[in-house]
């Protein structure tokens, strides 16, 4: 154990950001990452708890009593195998993930959680840069053909656990380059697109085959992936857009997040656009939806030189801290001030958005309301009221859609091979992870709706677990 009382002589502090007026210029990553002499000391002060909760809180079950230990003693190596033992993208997590961990972590209770996502970080970074992480093709092929469809977190973490497995694994990916929404809806100043590509690299080398610009059920016919795969994973993620059908929606200049978002990394990227540019450049925008994507466009109004960002929410402005209905362990429902957040802009809540009013086909303004809810005396449920006189107006250029996704797109791939939907929508799987289709499994957001990376590459592995079962009859590798 690294210090037992390290959690009473060292505060947590958190990794360094780069100043606001420097990284609003450019969208490299904000966050600085930490010195190993910081994340030894903050590795130790982790109790190495009897009872880790930060294991429960963890969707991949990570070790993270074990590799803080390890860390703290300065046995990076070993701290390395633990992390990559349950995680096939640290490096991403690493960076991204909302740390359900730390929620749960022991030290939360009364002081502040282990630093646990920049302490997994700093483990991963330490690897590559002394040449821990080097290919491993596995030793021998199955002779069985796995198609992946969608290489977001679930579909690349469930194609390199099967492709260590031995079997075949093609990838099928319709965008034109791998990694989903890593690739395509978080920005740049949150997950730079080279730390995807070095992952990318070495599974290509392990043997994993990548096919980009192919929409499968387009394309390439469900016919043909029956035809030419023992089984097939879809990871098509859940992103059908939650849309604001109110008056006024058809005036140019409304936009969803995710075309926005996309737009932006591809424009990072030097990428060709097609259709219409949305750049915020110079103009007033609102985005409605108070949730991470919206934070996220936040962040990208400001590099692209909005006159003004503001951000409303339906919802009441959540609380600072935990309430009784929210205990520890649990993932609390706070408020949450992202880096984008500090950067500027302001933050509205319990406005419902009634009108898009425009000018010439262009939007002008938003028609906003302030909103109060009380529990319906009968169900408990709680109940939207507009309250009367409340009525004003926020000038906009641009009007960015960040309400949320329903499902899985179901046109093409779901609806050709005939696949069961659950109440929402989603993909129906066994506890197995098969559809209604034998052979055909689900993860991902396509199987429990738009979630997190985290989730996602959970989901992933522990369907390439059962593919791996339903192809050999058993599996050695890990369930999680
Ligand atoms: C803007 C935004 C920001 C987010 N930020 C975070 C964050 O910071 N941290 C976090 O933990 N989570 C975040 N999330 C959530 C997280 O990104 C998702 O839960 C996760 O990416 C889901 O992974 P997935 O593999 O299931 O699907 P996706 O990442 O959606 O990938 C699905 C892929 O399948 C492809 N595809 C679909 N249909 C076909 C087809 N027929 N043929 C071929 N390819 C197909 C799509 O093009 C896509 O590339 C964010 C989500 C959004 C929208
Ligand atoms: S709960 Fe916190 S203090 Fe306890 S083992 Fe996990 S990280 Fe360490």
Redesign the pocket.
Known sequence: MGDPKGFLKIKRQNCSYRSIDERVKDFHEVAILPENEHSQEQSSRCMDCGTPFCHWGCPLGNYIPEWNQFIAEGLWEKAFTLLVATNNMPEITGR???ALCEYACVLGINDEAVTIRENELAIIEYAFKHGFIKPFPPQKRSGKNVAV???????LACAAQLNRAGHKVVV????DKI????R???PYF?LEKWVIDRRLDIWKKEGIEFRVN?????DYPASELLKNFDAVCL?????VPRDLNIKGRNLKGIHF??DY?TQSNKRVAHDSINGEIIDAKGGKVVIIGGG??GS?CVGTAHRQGASSVVQIEVLPKPPEHRTESMPWPTYPFILKTTSSHQEGGERYWSVLTKEFIGEGGRLKKLNCVKVEFSPNKENGRLEMKEIPGSEFEIEADLAILAVG?LHP?HK??ISDLGLKLDKRGNIETDGNFMSSRPGIFA????RTG???????IS??RRAAYHIDTYLMGKSWLPII
Request: with cysteine.
């Open positions: 991204i993930c909302p469809i969608g290489s977001g977190p679930s579909g099928f990916e319709k965008a990694g989903g929404i890593l395509y809806g978080i949150k192919v929409d499968v059920g387009g990871a098509s993620g859940s992103r997040a995710l978002l991470d994507t996220d996704f797109e093409g791939l993860a991902g957001d396509a738009q979630s997190l990376v985290v989730k996602a989901e992933g």
